[in-house]
């Protein structure tokens, strides 16, 4: 069982707004900013797409935008498009020096 | 481009050692702006951190797993490398290495793409 909670699976069509949550505790999300969302296309390499909790990369679209509020952190990504469609993962620093991970979350573009 | 690459043995027997390599090209690991690290992701579950190296061999462990786990870097050959112990069918897993940004181990922004290691007599 993985350290933070995810959704499973979420869904959405083309053109609208999804948001995916991430759940932790007071010793990780709820204590840290130090919040990130991979995006991960089985098979490929995975992508950094938000870094302290509401951070972008270059080169990330600006559809994508990170929270947090108390011990949850969320993904809010707009405009949907088909390319999205992918695994996304919260990762999260917890106390005493360890990196946890949620148990991702499949995207699908209807 | 910085590309990072996995490899090693795809199946290990129970009880025995599991070693993997992660090469890097484009990029040093002797950099003393990037630490690096393993992940790994056990068939039908989410990403799982192992621990993290710097090029001076300083390393960070995921605690449950610390005891089974070592990391080491070769700067002379541009690469760092994972072995874990005593594995069992529960360590059957896609391991991936990355690079982590910045200068801190909070996220990482590069990733090889994975190699699948089973493990089964």
């Known amino acids: 069982q993985s350290a933070l909670t995810q959704p499973a699976s979420v869904s959405g069509s083309p053109g609208q707004s999804i948001t995916i949550s991430c759940t932790g505790t007071a010793s990780d999300v709820g204590t840290y900013n130090f919040v990130s969302w991979y995006q991960h296309h089985p098979g490929k390499a995975p992508k950094l797409m938000i870094y302290?909790?509401?951070e972008r990369p270059s080169g990330v679209s600006n559809r994508l935008s990170g929270s947090k509020s108390g011990n949850t952190a969320s993904l809010t990504i707009s405009g949907l498009q088909a390319e999205d469609e992918a695994d996304y993962y919260c990762c999260s620093y917890a106390r005493g020096g360890n990196l946890v991970f949620g148990g991702g979350t499949k995207l699908t573009v209807l | 481009q910085l590309q990072l690459q996995e490899s090693g043995p795809g199946l290990v027997k129970p009880s025995e050692t599991l070693s993997l390599t992660c090469t890097v090209s484009?990029?040093?690991?002797?950099?003393?702006?990037?630490?690096w690290g393993w992940v790994r992701q056990s068939p039908g579950e989410g990403l799982e951190w192992i621990g993290t190296i710097y090029y001076s061999g300083s390393t960070y462990y995921n605690p449950s797993l610390k005891s089974r786990v070592t990391i080491s870097v070769d700067t002379s050959k541009n690469r760092f490398s994972l072995r874990f112990d005593s594995v069992t069918a529960a360590d059957t897993a896609v391991y991936l290495c990355?690079?982590?940004?910045?200068?801190?181990?909070?996220?990482?922004?590069?990733w090889g793409q994975g190699t699948l290691v089973t493990v089964s007599s």
């Open positions: 484009g990029g040093s690991v002797s950099s003393g702006a990037y630490y």
């Open positions: 302290e909790a509401n």
């Open positions: 990355a690079r982590h940004r910045g200068g801190t181990i909070y996220y990482f922004d590069y």
